[in-house]
């Protein structure tokens, strides 16, 4: 496996102005130096204490995204490092990074998770519950908290068409939040989705970072 090599063909498919969170769950530290030394510091995490161990192993001007489901009473431990929250589903969890934001004097960048899938193990807001919440008085007193756009999981299904819905339904509910609450926010631009299977499609629909763990360092091994 050679993942320097791995990284440059992946870079090639795809366009240059397209963020790439290179996803290192499970990986060792070894190959996501590998990655590092080819040049790319952008790495994506599922597990709080996993990002924290590498956080404090590996080089500091990494720039880590968090990508999983957050718990809110583990906030707290990536606030002082994250650069951008993918997976904020409900209020309760904004609130606290706002609170825990406050506390380390810095503005959270965030995208707020949709539920686009029909597998009912994926989390996010529908299009009202979002809706309701930026709407909300108590919405409106965050202040260290900066919502940048959205983010989503297709289902894991070969049915490309399925897919492709699911990221249109993404895109439009960017499309709407844009137009109705972030008109003037140039920040409010991104749509994280695609993945290595179906990344292709969800450029196609408007993806503006995607996330690519196993094309990049080959099949995880959750045995160790
Ligand atoms: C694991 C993971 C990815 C990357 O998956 P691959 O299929 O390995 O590219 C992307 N997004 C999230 C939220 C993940 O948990």
């Not at 880590?64 to 589903?89: A, E, M, S, Y």
């Not at 202040?143 to 289902?155: F, L, P």
């Not at 709407?176 to 140039?186: A, T």
């Not at 094309?215 to 959750?222: L, N, Q, T």
């Amino acid at each position: 496996m050679n993942i320097s090599e791995n990284l440059k063909h992946f870079l090639r498919q795809v366009p240059e102005n397209l963020c790439l969170v290179a996803v290192s769950k499970t990986q060792s530290n070894e190959n996501i130096m590998q990655a590092y030394n080819a040049g790319h510091k952008i790495l994506g995490e599922n597990k709080v204490q996993e990002l924290e161990k590498k956080y404090t192993e590996l080089p500091k001007d990494i720039q880590w995204h968090f990508i999983g489901h957050l718990q809110t009473n583990k906030v707290r431990k990536i606030i002082p490092f994250v650069h951008l929250i993918h997976g904020v589903d409900r209020f309760r969890l904004l609130k606290e990074i706002n609170r825990q934001a406050k506390i380390n004097d810095k503005v959270q960048d965030v995208l707020l998770q949709f539920f686009i899938a029909t597998e009912d193990t994926k989390f996010g807001f529908s299009i009202e519950e979002a809706t309701e919440m930026l709407e909300s008085k108590e919405f409106e007193e965050l202040e260290n908290i900066r919502i940048v756009g959205v983010m989503g999981m297709a289902t894991y299904t070969n049915d490309e068409n399925q897919i492709r819905n699911e990221f249109k339904a993404l895109k439009s509910y960017f499309d709407k939040l844009k137009s109705v609450y972030f008109e003037d926010k140039p920040y409010f631009k991104e749509i994280s989705m695609g993945m290595s299977n179906d990344f292709k499609i969800a450029i196609e629909e408007g993806s503006t970072i995607i996330r690519i763990g196993s094309s990049i360092f080959g099949e995880r091994d959750y045995s160790k």
